[in-house]
């Protein structure tokens, strides 16, 4: 009887070794890319990390090195970030609370403007957890939230004109060239940024960041040259200009 007994369990146990070994259904695309290397050393991919496994004096003793390679999927390669136009520049960074049920959940918020310095600049603000993931979503917020502004050829603005958003209000007039950049705060990075390189402006409301560099995308976006105008008006620049005799 015992040896009837013993007999299921070896079979049971033979069985669930074999499951464990046999491959996957999905076939061997399914286990986790894996590479045999120089010197006998083996080497996993997983996520954005190259684990190498070499061995050092013995076949039990291995050391593993860890290397930073770009995933099959996921992440941006360096060609990429080659190739986009855009520089950012983080103008704030707060911890903000925000009070539930159960208690306070501290997050942080950032204001990011992007811009590529030939008239498309833009400025987003986005929360989350972890200061680097705030910062990525303002990113991409700031960069669906583009605007396209008229440069001069004296890289200035073509009119004055004054930009508001809630308690901010920005006054932005145009300089001569060699003048600079002449401003402060996060007003002069969305200048910066939108590729102006003569011009004064001021703010004159709260100094709050957020809304100083959305009143001065508010205003850049009601900047017009003279051939907008006198496209809306149906009529030529020469005439807009009082050069027709």
Request: charged content about 20%; proline content about 5%; overall charge positive.
């Amino acid at each position: 009887m015992a040896s009837v007994a013993v007999a299921p369990v070896f079979a049971v146990a033979a069985s669930t070794v074999s499951s464990r070994n046999a491959a996957p259904a999905g076939g061997l695309s399914a286990l986790p890319p894996r590479f045999t290397g120089l010197a006998g050393s083996v080497q996993y991919l997983r996520g954005n990390q190259l684990t190498a496994r070499t061995p050092v004096s013995g076949p039990s003793a291995t050391r593993a090195a860890r290397l930073p390679v770009l995933a099959a999927t996921g992440g941006r390669g360096r060609a990429e970030k080659d190739k986009d136009p855009f520089e950012e520049r983080v103008v704030q960074v707060r911890r903000v609370t925000k009070v539930v049920k159960g208690g306070k959940q501290l997050s942080f918020r950032a204001v990011v403007v992007v811009g590529d310095k030939k008239g498309t600049v833009g400025v987003g603000c986005a929360a989350a957890k972890e200061v680097v993931q705030a910062v990525q979503k303002a990113a991409i917020v700031a960069r669906q939230e583009c605007v396209k502004v008229p440069i001069t050829r004296g890289e200035s603005f073509p009119h004055r004109v004054q930009g508001r958003h809630g308690a901010a209000k920005v006054m932005i007039r145009p300089a001569a060239e060699g003048c600079g950049v002449i401003a402060g705060g996060a007003t002069r990075v969305v200048l910066e940024l939108a590729g102006f390189r003569n011009g004064f402006a001021k703010q004159l409301g709260t100094p709050n960041p957020l809304n100083n560099a959305r009143a001065t995308i508010e205003g850049l976006s009601r900047l017009r040259t003279w051939k907008q105008v006198a496209e809306s008006r149906g009529q030529s620049v020469s005439h807009i200009m009082g050069l027709d005799a």
